[in-house]
């Protein structure tokens, strides 16, 4: 457990040394700000007409589902070049023998990479979450839809941190691994996007594999178990097939 | 000093594909030795070093690190040992403290020795004055030095050194040559390299690999033995007679080189050098020059590593 710690937090601290993590943060959230603002613009001049429905939705159901979602196809597209790193630079820079050679086993070696990515994911989970929380400064909000949306958007960058590791331990070039990890999620995401414009629920196999179906309902306040056991899975799945991976530069070449 | 065995390499093998990079090698490294291990490129020295550390699997055979299985055990032999791989696995972006901090806390030394345990490989390799500089932005000998320092940080039993002064200048060969001999005394030290002068500056035991087989092993002393050859020269004021020089007792063949200059070939354990002075007093020869030939380490090696045969006795090399 030890050296899990260790290596997360060595990668978390190379990761706010490069100019990158900081720029990505500022990124995020000047973006995630801007349309914060927009949306709560747009539910302030919408009140009156809502003051007149007999069920309105609420500022959680407008607001922050709303905003929770847009974060979710943000990161979607900025995370591969925060995961791209992660075991393809140790590769490229011939790093990877310090670790190999250390008493830490393969597992705890991508256990502790995921995890250190994990915690730069969570912090800016926690920077958005910021916005929605300082809506309690003014009024009530849905609890329980917050907190169900923050676990959605929590599990959906533990899944694209599992699947940017993956793909990064793939290859020792960086922009490679950015790219697969770019284009696997953009693939999970049109998946949903065809099939359900299509009409036809029936191809629900692969609509059902989609990353952002399971996301939805979180974000709608729908706590299912059968959502938090996709992300779970996939999460594992991608876990180790990185082990497994790591574990072949040992045994061919 | 005891002599317990720290590394022990058991019938080897590694294929890379249908490549057979090393090939059922056999050695073992005691406490407090110092191993040379020789070869031209890709005869299988850093393979055989990669398999020892566990970066590699190999395909046949057995490793040993302190009486661990290196396969079953990967962890506990993995303590035990110290690596610089041919490419030193240095992090650009942390401080020289940062990296040994990590690489020490990786190895699992206590928190409560990490200090010392920092101060100790710094100054040991040199490293105290440029502790808080980047490691991007240190030359490349210091740079090696880190990579030393990272090996030896948690004092491992083995340390195992992938061509360690290359790219360095002559004055920090020196020290890391010195350095070297320094964790001979406490550790045992496997060291690749081509250079052969630093083998016999540095090392106790030579082994020589060649493709993927060992075909010497043999302590310095024995090298020197094999380095010894056979021959005198000689150079003579007079002009004398090829068979007066072969009367000389255990001079076998006489060869003359030129201007009263001349090899002599001698029987082997048999060191004419005497009786031909004396005779040449007698006889007022006019003896000025009289040199014992030599084989370089190059050219044991150079002999061993061309032919096939395992250990081409030097006397057969230098006729």
Known sequence: MNSILTIAARELRSLFLSPLAWSILAVVQLVMAWFFLGLLDRFVMALPQLAQMENPPGVTEIVVAQLLDTAGIVLLLIAPMLTMRLLSEELRNQTLPLLFSAPVSMTEIILGKYLGILGFFMLILLLIALMPLSLYAGTSLDTGMLLSGFIGLGLLLASIAAIGLFMSSLTAQPTVAAISTFGVLLLLWILDTFTTTGGDTSGGVLAYLSILRHYQPLLSGTFKSVDIVYYLLFIGTFIVLSIRRLDSYRLQH | ?319
């Open chain 2, 1 to 319: 000093m005891n002599n317990d065995v720290l590394v022990s390499v058991d019938q080897v093998s590694r294929f890379y594909g249908p490549l057979r990079a090393v090939d059922s090698v056999s050695f073992e490294v005691r406490r407090g030795e110092v191993l040379g291990f020789l070869g031209p490129n890709g005869a299988g020295k850093t393979t055989t070093m990669q398999m020892i550390t566990g970066n590699l699997a190999p395909s046949a055979g057995q490793i040993k690190i302190h009486g661990i299985d290196i396969l079953d055990e990967p962890k506990r032999a993995k303590a035990e040992i110290g690596f610089l791989p041919e490419q030193p696995p240095l992090y650009r972006e942390l401080t020289v403290d940062e990296y040994l901090s990590y690489c020490a806390r990786l190895n699992r030394v206590p928190a409560a020795k990490l200090a010392s345990a920092l101060d100790n490989a710094k100054q040991r390799c040199g490293l105290t004055q440029v502790s808080h500089r980047l490691i991007g932005n240190l030359s490349k000998g210091y740079q090696q030095r880190v990579g030393i320092a990272q090996a030896i940080i948690h004092s491992p039993a083995v340390v195992i050194l992938d061509e360690p002064t290359v790219g360095l200048d002559p004055i920090q060969i020196r020290e890391i040559r010195a350095l070297i001999r320094e964790l001979g005394g406490t550790h045992s030290v496997i060291l690749s390299t081509h250079i052969l002068p630093e083998v016999q500056a540095t090392c106790d035991r030579v082994q020589i690999i060649n493709k993927g087989s060992l075909v010497m092993s043999d302590t310095i002393a024995g090298l020197t033995q094999r380095m010894l050859g056979s021959g005198l020269l000689v150079a003579l004021r007079k002009t004398v007679e090829l068979s007066d020089l072969q009367s000389v007792p255990g001079v076998l063949s006489v060869a003359a080189l030129g201007e009263n200059r001349y090899r002599l070939h001698c029987a082997e354990n048999q060191n004419p050098a005497e009786a031909l002075v004396e005779k040449s007093v007698q006889q007022s020869w006019g003896l000025y020059e009289l040199t014992p030939e030599r084989m370089s380490l190059e050219e044991v090696f150079v002999n061993i590593t061309r032919n096939e045969a395992p250990a081409a006795t030097p006397t057969e090399a230098a006729a």
